[in-house]
C-alpha cells in the first residue's frame, strides 16, 4: 500500500470514527428532562410531550423503513400491556416520521394509512410531519429510536437501532419499576 492511500484510509477511518462519536450523541441523554415536542394524530389533533406528564411516557419514533426494526420489542410491550395495569399507567406514543410526505396529494394517503394501522395496533400513531418532534429530540432521520421519560420528566432510557434481547429486558423493567414504584 503506497503511503497516499494509507493516509487517505486513516482519514477516512477517522471520519467513520467521528460519525460513529457523533451518532452516540444523538438522543437526549439520560437524567435530562424530555423535550416538550408537539404532535399530531392523522385526524389534524396536535398534542404535547408534556400533556401525559405524571405518566411514564414511552416513544417509539420510526419512519416506514425503519418499523419493523424494533417488532421484538413491541411484542413484549403487546404482553405486558394485556393487564389493563401498564396499558392505562404507561403513555406510549407512537410517533411516524412522515415528513418526507407533507405534500398534496400524498398527505391525505398517508393520513389514511396511519388511521388505519391506529386502528390495527389499538393506539393513536402520531405524526411528525415537518420533523420539528425528531429534531426535538435528537432523533436521526431513518432510525428507529426509543425514549422513555419517567414520571419525574426525565429521560430514563433512550437508543435507536434493534434493541438487542438484554435492552429490552432493561426497558421493560424500568416500565415496570415506574408504574409499580
Keep these: 500500500m503506497n503511503f497516499r492511500r494509507l493516509r487517505t484510509a486513516l482519514a477516512l477511518g477517522g471520519a467513520t470514527m467521528f ?15 424530555g423535550a416538550n415536542a408537539s404532535m399530531e394524530d392523522a385526524d389534524g389533533r396536535r398534542t ?3 400533556a401525559f406528564r405524571g405518566k411514564p411516557i414511552l416513544i417509539v419514533y420510526e419512519d416506514k ?6 417488532q421484538a ?6 404482553k ?9 399507567a404507561v403513555a406510549l406514543l407512537p410517533l411516524a416520521d412522515v415528513s418526507s410526505y407533507d405534500f398534496w396529494p400524498v398527505k391525505g394517503f398517508v393520513k389514511d394509512a ?12 402520531y405524526c411528525d410531519w415537518d420533523g420539528s418532534f ?16 419517567g ?31
Excluded: C, W
Design 19 to 33: 460519525l460513529h462519536a457523533a451518532a452516540a450523541n444523538a438522543l437526549p441523554k439520560l437524567g435530562e428532562p
Design 48 to 50: 404535547t410531550v408534556s
Design 65 to 70: 423503513d425503519s418499523a419493523t426494526v424494533n
Design 73 to 78: 420489542m413491541k411484542d413484549d410491550l403487546a
Design 80 to 88: 405486558l400491556a394485556k393487564g389493563d395495569r401498564y396499558k392505562d
Design 114 to 125: 396511519i388511521r388505519e394501522e391506529s386502528r390495527k395496533v389499538g393506539a393513536t400513531i
Design 134 to 149: 425528531r429534531s426535538a429530540f435528537d432523533i436521526r432521520v431513518g432510525s428507529s429510536s426509543i425514549v422513555l421519560i
Design 151 to 181: 414520571r419525574s420528566g426525565a429521560v430514563r432510557f433512550a437508543t435507536e437501532g434493534a434493541l438487542s434481547a438484554a435492552q429490552r429486558e432493561e426497558l421493560i423493567a424500568l416500565l415496570k419499576e415506574e408504574v409499580e414504584g
